[in-house]
């Protein structure tokens, strides 16, 4: 199983390094996305609850986009056929997409978070930065999972490219009130303390549950 | 036969209901801050439990699809979540004449069960349209049914983030459901009560009428011959129903 | 006696505010009722329009016919 799930995510890092289709265009999206911000809001520096939301919405959408992306590959080019045929867990194309996207949000944040620092944050990000980045961990885990379920339901319909956002998003608002929840102390001038455990249970759980669900249900989207 | 039991469960269910009603209006005491507009509340809160809960059934019928692949257990499903996506919508629209009546908006986010129904309902009404999206009806139903898994596990989870976003802002609006009086409990339950038969009714009325019309149509092809019937509907999002007495104890 | 004398004091009809959100919230579920009720009337006639059509078939008598005269009635039939 771990074989497969090495050649798997190889594979998928490999495309993506060479064509480039998803990791630049979901980091470009974010940065656009602030510079929008910018001049929907009229703000030119933001902080606390502002910011935690204008940080996490950017996030997601980017994410989205890149969900989006996921299977169709496979989908149009025979991948799932090609996956099938092989004797092999078939929960292990599960996990390795959800490895792939968590690495895409990965480097996606690793553009975003100092975009949004040097354009729109107000308070100096460094001492908040370990907490930040285990929130982010966290709700980058269950963006994926979830991403990586909705991108398979949805490559297989016609309107592929709408229906992923529109099932995706209310499945992932908890995902946003734990997050934007966690990380609106950390970004506030007046660093009220760290991280109320409670969003980050919340987050976990969530995590948790859909990560298991998600790995029981992949292989009924997978039979044809 | 889907049709069995349904007769005496229309009775049962309309003579709870008239209890139901007749205890809200002539037993139940006026509620000290609110007034007569808590009166609402007995609807209100029973729509809201029950699609709930018809959106956890239709999971658990989804569930029982994937195992044994029998397509009744995904019609079953289908007309669950139907049925609660309208509860839901009346769960709301009787929610927010509530909020209405108490604050002057329309809409209020800070009542935790309100904006947690807001994005349940945001999420189910994709189900339809993801079936009709996918035209291949066995595929349709299994993919159809791995959604309603997920997004019934999502249910309590979703209800538990937005609680506990809510709970250290603002005092609930709407008041919870505890420390009620006896006669308002009983009222309540009676009320919850009611609206369940309803649900199951209307559940069970939609399954007979859907078998119904596979009956005619499959009689239509035995007698007529196969052009006879009109071609197989192009897309639908209504999940093929066989023939045979599916139903085996009704619902 | 007590509780009668409460409802003697009770009005008649609260038409205050809260009247109308409560007869309203109440009202929404009624409608919701009687569309479901309406559109089950709608499937109903339909089926019993495609009953009646399928009893007249069955019970027409059993065609002798020539090939023709069977494949013309079949044509006419509402596909």
Same mark, same amino acid.
């Given at each position: 199983?771990?074989?497969?799930?090495?050649?798997?995510?190889?594979?998928?890092?490999?495309?993506?390094?060479?064509?480039?289709?998803?990791?630049?265009?979901?980091?470009?999206?974010?940065?656009?996305?602030?510079?929008?911000?910018?001049?929907?809001?009229?703000?030119?520096?933001?902080?606390?609850?502002?910011?935690?939301?204008?940080?996490?919405?950017?996030?997601?959408?980017?994410?989205?986009?890149?969900?989006?992306?996921?299977?169709?590959?496979?989908?149009?080019?025979?991948?799932?056929?090609?996956?099938?045929?092989?004797?092999?867990?078939?929960?292990?194309?599960?996990?390795?997409?959800?490895?792939?996207?968590?690495?895409?949000?990965?480097?996606?944040?690793?553009?975003?978070?100092?975009?949004?620092?040097?354009?729109?944050?107000?308070?100096?990000?460094?001492?908040?930065?370990?907490?930040?980045?285990?929130?982010?961990?966290?709700?980058?885990?269950?963006?994926?999972?979830?991403?990586?379920?909705?991108?398979?339901?949805?490559?297989?319909?016609?309107?592929?490219?709408?229906?992923?956002?529109?099932?995706?998003?209310?499945?992932?608002?908890?995902?946003?009130?734990?997050?934007?929840?966690?990380?609106?102390?950390?970004?506030?001038?007046?660093?009220?303390?760290?991280?109320?455990?409670?969003?980050?249970?919340?987050?976990?759980?969530?995590?948790?549950?859909?990560?298991?669900?998600?790995?029981?249900?992949?292989?009924?989207?997978?039979?044809? | 036969?889907?049709?069995?039991?349904?007769?005496?469960?229309?009775?049962?269910?309309?003579?709870?209901?008239?209890?139901?009603?007749?205890?809200?209006?002539?037993?139940?005491?006026?509620?000290?801050?609110?007034?007569?507009?808590?009166?609402?509340?007995?609807?209100?809160?029973?729509?809201?439990?029950?699609?709930?809960?018809?959106?956890?059934?239709?999971?658990?019928?989804?569930?029982?699809?994937?195992?044994?692949?029998?397509?009744?257990?995904?019609?079953?499903?289908?007309?669950?979540?139907?049925?609660?996506?309208?509860?839901?919508?009346?769960?709301?629209?009787?929610?927010?004449?509530?909020?209405?009546?108490?604050?002057?908006?329309?809409?209020?986010?800070?009542?935790?069960?309100?904006?947690?129904?807001?994005?349940?309902?945001?999420?189910?009404?994709?189900?339809?349209?993801?079936?009709?999206?996918?035209?291949?009806?066995?595929?349709?139903?299994?993919? *159809?049914? @791995?959604? &309603?898994?997920?997004?019934?596990?999502?249910?309590?989870?979703?209800?538990? /983030?937005? $609680?506990?976003? #809510? +709970?250290?802002?603002?005092?609930?609006?709407?008041?919870?459901?505890?420390?009620?009086?006896?006669?308002?409990?009983?009222?309540?339950?009676?009320?919850?009560?009611?609206?369940?038969?309803?649900?199951?009714?209307?559940?069970?009325?939609?399954?007979?009428?859907?078998?119904?019309? *596979?009956? @005619?149509? &499959?009689?239509?092809?035995?007698?007529?011959?196969?052009?006879?019937?009109? /071609?197989? $509907?192009?897309? #639908? +999002?209504?999940?093929?129903?066989?023939?045979?007495?599916?139903?085996?104890?009704?619902? | 006696?007590?509780?009668?004398?409460?409802?003697?004091?009770?009005?008649?009809?609260?038409?205050?505010?809260?009247?109308?959100?409560?007869?309203?919230?109440?009202?929404?579920?009624?409608?919701?009722?009687?569309?479901?009720?309406?559109?089950?009337?709608?499937?109903?006639?339909?089926?019993?329009?495609?009953?009646?059509?399928?009893?007249?078939?069955?019970?027409?008598?059993?065609?002798?016919?020539?090939?023709?005269?069977?494949?013309?009635?079949?044509?006419?039939?509402?596909?």
């Amino acid at each position: 199983m771990r074989r497969t799930v090495g050649a798997l995510l190889r594979k998928e890092l490999l495309v993506e390094l060479r064509t480039f289709e998803s990791v630049p265009g979901m980091s470009l999206f974010a940065v656009t996305t602030f510079v929008v911000f910018h001049f929907a809001l009229n703000r030119s520096s933001v902080e606390g609850d502002l910011a935690a939301g204008i940080l996490w919405v950017t996030l997601l959408f980017a994410a989205i986009l890149g969900a989006n992306r996921l299977f169709v590959a496979d989908a149009d080019q025979g991948g799932f056929d090609g996956f099938l045929l092989a004797p092999v867990d078939r929960s292990a194309m599960m996990v390795a997409k959800v490895l792939t996207m968590l690495a895409y949000l990965v480097v996606l944040e690793l553009v975003a978070v100092p975009a949004f620092a040097i354009l729109l944050l107000g308070p100096p990000l460094g001492p908040a930065l370990p907490q930040l980045i285990a929130v982010l961990a966290l709700g980058d885990i269950g963006i994926a999972v979830i991403g990586t379920l909705v991108g398979a339901l949805a490559v297989q319909t016609r309107a592929r490219d709408l229906l992923g956002p529109l099932l995706a998003l209310p499945l992932l608002v908890p995902i946003v009130i734990g997050g934007a929840r966690a990380t609106a102390p950390l970004l506030a001038f007046s660093h009220a303390g760290g991280v109320p455990a409670r969003w980050l249970l919340t987050l976990g759980l969530y995590d948790l549950i859909f990560g298991l669900i998600a790995y029981a249900l992949f292989d009924f989207l997978l039979e044809d | 036969m889907y049709g069995k039991g349904l007769r005496s469960l229309s009775i049962v269910t309309v003579a709870a209901m008239a209890l139901a009603l007749s205890l809200v209006f002539f037993y139940a005491p006026l509620e000290a801050e609110q007034g007569f507009l808590q009166k609402i509340f007995y609807i209100h809160v029973p729509l809201a439990i029950i699609a709930l809960c018809g959106f956890v059934v239709g999971a658990l019928f989804a569930i029982a699809h994937l195992r044994t692949r029998d397509s009744s257990w995904d019609m079953r499903s289908y007309v669950t979540i139907h049925m609660s996506l309208i509860f839901a919508v009346g769960a709301l629209i009787t929610g927010s004449i509530w909020a209405k009546g108490s604050w002057g908006h329309w809409w209020v986010w800070n009542e935790p069960t309100l904006v947690s129904f807001l994005i349940v309902f945001l999420l189910y009404a994709t189900y339809q349209p993801l079936r009709f999206a996918i035209e291949d009806p066995e595929r349709q139903s299994r993919y *159809a049914s @791995v959604f &309603a898994i997920t997004a019934g596990a999502f249910v309590p989870m979703n209800f538990i /983030a937005v $609680r506990l976003s #809510t +709970a250290y802002l603002h005092p609930r609006v709407l008041g919870g459901t505890s420390n009620l009086p006896g006669s308002m409990r009983l009222t309540f339950m009676v009320s919850l009560a009611a609206v369940t038969l309803l649900f199951v009714t209307m559940c069970k009325y939609e399954l007979t009428a859907k078998h119904t019309r *596979a009956q @005619v149509r &499959a009689l239509r092809r035995r007698l007529v011959g196969e052009d006879g019937s009109p /071609a197989r $509907r192009g897309r #639908t +999002a209504v999940p093929a129903v066989g023939t045979q007495a599916a139903g085996r104890s009704g619902l | 006696m007590s509780a009668v004398l409460v409802l003697a004091e009770v009005p008649a009809l609260p038409l205050n505010e809260a009247g109308k959100y409560v007869a309203a919230a109440y009202i929404v579920l009624v409608i919701i009722i009687l569309i479901y009720v309406s559109i089950m009337a709608i499937r109903l006639s339909r089926i019993e329009r495609e009953l009646g059509e399928l009893l007249e078939l069955s019970g027409a008598p059993k065609p002798e016919p020539e090939p023709a005269a069977l494949a013309a009635h079949q044509e006419s039939t509402p596909a």
